[in-house]
């Protein structure tokens, strides 16, 4: 199955800064790529998602790089705000299987 | 609101007991996933439904099962329960077929083993 890793575990930030978390991923047939966010008490919910046919997707502060040589994508998220803290997971290719998570604290 | 339906939210019993989890997916979606996820851990995938058929399994106990109806709910059988299995239980719903989509996940149910 597909072999997910996620880099860092936690990330502290200072609002306003930029926060990046990178996806490693095994399987090289995966061709959709979608980040989680999960809040607490909450089940996940998908912010952004990319196919493989594309290199980089933004939507306003978010956005998701993808690297199929490398066999990795990255969730970017700039100007960071107090709700933006929250758990990250990436769950790339067809089964849905999940990173270990990113745990986002932003600092006000 | 995802769109999916779990209960019961909470539900606290003892070891040795048995519990029955439901997930009622999206309207329209045939595909139902279910996942484990204890204190500060990740989300644990256990087991796939797909219209009624098993499709994939991940880490799930023999203690567990699990079955998709006609109507495309799921339940989630737990049985003999020992206090390590006290986790957050989710499901996620997705159209299923081909290639991948967006899952909806419920809110999930919280299961205490005492």
């Known amino acids: 199955g597909e072999n997910v890793e996620q880099h860092p575990s936690t990330l502290s930030v200072q609002e306003g800064d930029s926060a990046v978390i990178k996806c490693t991923y095994s399987?090289?047939?995966?061709?959709?790529f979608p980040w989680y966010k999960q809040e607490l008490g909450k089940g996940p919910q998908l912010i952004i998602d990319?196919?493989?046919?594309?290199g980089e997707k933004k939507d306003q502060r978010i956005a998701v790089t993808l690297n199929k040589t490398a066999k990795h994508f990255s969730l970017h998220i700039t100007e960071t705000q107090p709700e933006d803290s929250a758990v990250y997971f990436c769950a790339p290719g067809d089964k849905l299987s999940f990173g270990a998570g990113t745990t986002v604290t932003v600092r006000a | 609101d995802s769109g999916v339906t779990q209960t019961p939210k909470h539900l606290i019993t003892a070891t040795g007991q048995r519990v029955t989890l439901r997930c009622s997916p999206r309207?329209?979606?045939?595909?139902v996933y279910w996942y484990q996820q204890s204190l500060d851990q990740g989300l644990q995938f256990l087991i796939q439904y797909y219209n009624g058929e098993e499709r994939a399994k991940g880490n799930i106990l023999e203690r567990f099962s699990a079955q998709q109806f006609p109507d495309l709910h799921s339940e989630l059988n737990l049985s003999s329960l020992e206090l390590g299995d006290s986790a957050l239980y989710f499901c996620?719903?997705?159209?299923?077929?081909?290639?991948?989509?967006?899952?909806?996940f419920g809110q999930g149910t919280r299961l205490t083993v005492v």
């Open positions: 990319i196919r493989s046919n594309v």
């Open positions: 996620a719903s997705t159209p299923g077929g081909q290639g991948r989509t967006e899952a909806f």
């Open positions: 309207s329209g979606d045939l595909s």
């Open positions: 399987d090289s047939a995966s061709n959709y």
